[in-house]
């Protein structure tokens, strides 16, 4: 009866990363979306009826390149972390306040970041992520593939010396478990 005028969306709860889930259903073993869950429920929910100005993950780990991918089919902007958000995530009383203005993103950016200062968070990413030209990167992202898949076939060392150097994110210890994300510029 009464549409808005812009739409978004925000995630939120736990992360685990690209090979992972995130918003774990604790009413259900922890169950939580994929990003082929995610792709089928905002195609069910959207389908191409409504387009997205932005999906926000308030989750860990989730400034991957499969959040992107399945965010990009959606909205125009994506804001989430690549790093382990710090307890409490997003302050939303400033993205309530920003909402629609043009300084949206950059204010709920600056709001984590003097959140995470205040807890003494030294280490955190939050990331405003503009999706509208994914599909060069995806065409940059398949020509980077296939370079590495015949890069590894001549030399696989080669491969996992880089991964092992590229800055890393999440948990990557045997006590804790591995996210094993890295920052694909770094590698």
Same mark, same amino acid.
């Given at each position: 009866?009464?549409?808005?005028?812009?739409?978004?969306?925000?995630?939120?709860?736990?992360?685990?990363?690209?090979?992972?889930?995130?918003?774990?259903?604790?009413?259900?073993?922890?169950?939580?979306?994929?990003?082929? $869950?995610?792709?089928?429920?905002?195609?069910?929910?959207?389908?191409?009826?409504?387009?997205?100005?932005? @999906?926000?993950?308030?989750?860990?780990?989730?400034?991957?390149?499969?959040?992107?991918?399945?965010?990009?089919?959606?909205?125009?902007?994506? @804001?989430?972390?690549?790093?382990?958000?710090?307890?409490?995530?997003?302050?939303? $009383?400033?993205?309530?306040?920003?909402?629609?203005?043009?300084?949206?993103?950059?204010?709920?950016?600056?709001?984590?970041?003097?959140?995470?200062?205040?807890?003494?968070?030294?280490?955190?990413?939050?990331?405003? @992520?503009?999706?509208?030209?994914?599909?060069?990167?995806?065409?940059?992202?398949?020509?980077?593939?296939?370079?590495?898949?015949?890069?590894?076939?001549?030399?696989?060392?080669?491969?996992?010396?880089?991964?092992?150097?590229?800055?890393?994110?999440?948990?990557?210890?045997?006590?804790?478990?591995?996210?094993?994300? @890295?920052?694909?510029?770094?590698?």
């Amino acid at each position: 009866t009464y549409p808005a005028e812009r739409y978004g969306l925000i995630l939120w709860d736990h992360g685990s990363g690209s090979a992972g889930s995130f918003c774990l259903d604790e009413n259900y073993g922890m169950d939580g979306l994929t990003a082929e $869950r995610l792709e089928s429920a905002l195609s069910m929910a959207l389908g191409d009826r409504l387009r997205l100005d932005f @999906i926000g993950f308030d989750v860990c780990l989730a400034a991957n390149y499969e959040a992107m991918s399945v965010s990009a089919g959606y909205a125009a902007n994506m @804001i989430a972390s690549q790093e382990i958000e710090p307890l409490g995530g997003w302050d939303y $009383r400033v993205l309530a306040e920003h909402i629609g203005a043009a300084d949206f993103y950059t204010s709920v950016l600056d709001s984590f970041a003097e959140k995470c200062d205040a807890a003494g968070n030294g280490f955190y990413t939050l990331s405003h @992520i503009d999706l509208s030209d994914m599909s060069r990167f995806n065409e940059a992202f398949d020509g980077f593939a296939e370079d590495l898949a015949r890069l590894s076939e001549v030399s696989l060392k080669s491969v996992t010396d880089a991964a092992a150097e590229s800055m890393s994110f999440g948990l990557n210890a045997e006590s804790e478990g591995y996210s094993d994300m @890295i920052d694909l510029g770094d590698f």
